[in-house]
């Protein structure tokens, strides 16, 4: 296993749901990083005691995640096709920043983005 960090938005916060008869609990919490040309969503998984930990993250909340990967091998049975998975989980967490303001992310408005974009009046369209 390795350790390490990611920072983002968060984007989703799922409830906590129990699986089998030992009641393993997990809750995934979904950052979104946006990079201009896309965005990425990063899953994370808060496990066993640690679900209760993203009960104060809220959507629009940027933080920064402590996390270790975890992989896994599974096969069906002995003649079946064997996958592997990868899974983040988190460890822990602290707030970078607040939430955007309501109606938009940014403080400016799309209108102001445009201005900004520098062209020559000879290539307009219209």
Known sequence: MSEAKVKGIVHLVEETKTYGAKGFRKRMVVLSQDFGSFTNYV??????DNCELANDLNVGDEIEVNYRLNGRKWQKDANSEVKYFLSAEAMGFKAVGSAPPAGGGNAASANDAFSEVSYDEGDVPF
């Not at 899953?43 to 066993?48: A, I, N, S």
């Open 43 to 48: 899953p994370l998984e808060f496990t066993r």
